[in-house]
């Protein structure tokens, strides 16, 4: 078990850093071909996603291939310290949170909650193949879907990440919001409930 999660953070935020672009590139458009071949992947509704920073897996090759009912959303962070969603397209406008992600600028009654997305492509540090993930330790996905540990509901989860974030085995922490799926480029793990 990986139980140093600081240093295992550190040492995978600088492995996915270190991939050269043209390895990136390739990597976000057959990470994009995963995610639309998932078993729950939406026809219609709403996707969110994320602006990656920090060296994270691209998605806008996904973006850009889903199906024409499905609305693409970006995270909000909120003043109750979840996230809310906000449908976006490139070109939009944008204006940075408090840690410098571009966020929509729309106004707040245009926001979506989480409950009401269908699915959710979360950035992870590290994962394993049992679908335990680390995040950058802010704890807002697990806030914001903490209502999915009571009961199963929309949306599903699925983490993203390149396949050299793979860590052994990470200790899931009490707070942590269990995954459906996770993708990377080169593979899909299905995590049975």
Same mark, same amino acid.
Do not use: K
């Given at each position: ?87 976006? &397209? ?58 999915? &540990? ?44």
């Amino acid at each position: 078990m990986t139980t140093d999660r600081g240093a295992l953070r550190r040492a995978m935020r600088e492995r996915r850093r270190a991939l050269p672009a043209p390895a990136r590139i390739a990597a976000a458009d057959a990470l994009a071909s995963r995610l639309l071949a998932l078993p729950f992947a939406p026809q219609s509704g709403y996707a969110a996603g994320y602006w990656a920073m920090d060296g994270e897996i691209a998605l806008h090759a996904w973006q850009l291939r889903l199906p024409r009912g499905v609305r693409y959303c970006l995270p909000v962070l909120h003043a109750d310290d979840t996230l809310r969603f906000a449908p976006w &397209t490139p070109g939009a406008p944008t204006v940075p949170n408090r840690y410098g992600i571009p966020e929509p600028d729309v106004p707040a009654d245009a926001l979506l909650r989480p409950e009401q997305l269908d699915l959710v492509v979360a950035p992870l540090v590290a994962f394993d193949a049992r679908g335990h993930r680390l995040g950058m330790g802010g704890g807002w996905y697990d806030r914001s879907f903490a209502f999915r &540990t009571s009961r199963p509901a929309p949306p599903r989860l699925v983490g993203a990440a390149f396949s050299i974030q793979q860590a052994g085995a990470i200790a899931p922490e009490a707070w942590d919001i269990p995954l459906d799926a996770v993708c990377t480029e080169t593979e899909t793990f299905l995590i049975a409930p």
